[in-house]
């Protein structure tokens, strides 16, 4: 039986091995973490065919600028001489144009309905409830600006076959009628769903483990051998993992990690963060997007999940709590009756998004090295494109046709 050993134990990697040894593969999975608190754990839920729109489109860059200067801003670039910062940011401004948008449209949707589907599939099998819920997402909004965007939006959403509603504020108070809201309206992505991924990723070990897929936490990949054009060795410290073939889906640290191959992927973590709040009387039904705020709000196990904030910077432990208090003040602006706390700093999670320069993932194998697929770079949304990821890198290893076309996603894309 072919071996294959992925490094990386997220929702991309874990969702790999799924697909992988239900083709017969012998599976080891290798994290540097104990698999508890990875960016595919407290992340807002929220599985997202509405986002067709890459991270890198036209007004980001202004929108980004004019957020610089506030220190509650959902979104945040640590200005430094960093060379891969640079790199990223050039890529990023050369890929936010109508032409790009357009072109990463149809692929990423194409890409967000798979997984979307095979959540569904996933959610039928035993021992897989995550609540996954089909109520849609509301994205609400308090200014014309915004939902004039919306409607742009949601006008392109139906065009590409998604399902999507622009509601008055009337309309949007019939959906959740126990809540209060401020809002000029919203527009339910009803093409969307949401799931509790902390039982998600639970629910995967436990199986994964069950099914004989070897799972090693703690062990960080310092140094990958080669010979030619395929990887020979693994190493993790003084550990050494033989196999046929090699994944890598380190989220926010494949640059490092692919760099011990000679690849460069670009990419920066984008760091988010999340709490919880107790909700005894689950008001909220359907998740809630405040669109000027960039905030995510997810109903999820009995409680509240508020999440929101980009931080483009290294990776670091920092937690700012201005930008926490962006999130919490924002939350009662749209929704009067919620107030969340500012949270303790030890109730606070934050994630490192792993954001490619033109928003779209990497999935593919290399020209360099013939065993070796990459998965990575799936930014915010990497929980929604985990499963089709997955399907894809065991379709990869396989060499059998792929169920979608990669074109868009080649990891040595310029
Ligand atoms: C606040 C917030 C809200 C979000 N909300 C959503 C949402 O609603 N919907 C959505 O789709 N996405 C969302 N995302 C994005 C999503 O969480 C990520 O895109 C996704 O979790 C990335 O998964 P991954 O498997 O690529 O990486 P990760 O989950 O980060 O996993 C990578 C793993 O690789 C391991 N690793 C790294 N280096 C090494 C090494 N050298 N050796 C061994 N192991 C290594 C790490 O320990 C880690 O466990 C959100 C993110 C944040 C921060």
Known sequence: MSKVLIIGGGIVGLSSAYYLQKKGYQVTVLDKGDITDNCSFGNAGMIVPSHFVPLAAPGMISQGIRWMFNSKSPFYVRPSVNGNLIKWGLKFVKHATAKHLANSAEPLRDLSLLSKKLYEDLAKEPGF???LTNNGILAFYKTEKA????????????ELGLDMAVLSAEQCKALQPDLKLDVLGAVHYRCDAHLYPAKLMNALLEFL?????????????????????RITRVFAGIDVHE??????????????VAKMVDLNISLMPGKGYSFMEVEPTNRL??????????????????RIRYGGTMELDKINTRINMQR??????????YFPDLNPAIPNQNDIWYGFRPCSPDGLPYIGKTEKKQNLVIATGHGMMGLSLGPATGILVSELIAETTTSLNLDAFKVERK
């Open 285 to 302: 039904t359907i998740p809630a997007l405040l669109c000027e705020a960039r905030v995510a709000i997810t109903p999820m196990n009995g």
């Open 209 to 229: 483990t069950a099914s004989g897929v070897k799972i090693i936490k703690n062990k960080e990949v310092t140094k990958i051998e080669t010979s030619g054009n």
């Open 129 to 131: 409830e995550f609540e």
């Open 324 to 333: 926490v208090k962006g999130i919490v003040e924002s939350v009662p602006q």
């Open 243 to 256: 196999a046929d073939q090699y994944v890598i889906a380190t989220g926010s640290w494949s640059p490092a």
């Open 147 to 158: 939902g004039e965007e919306e409607a742009h939006l949601a006008a392109r959403a139906i």
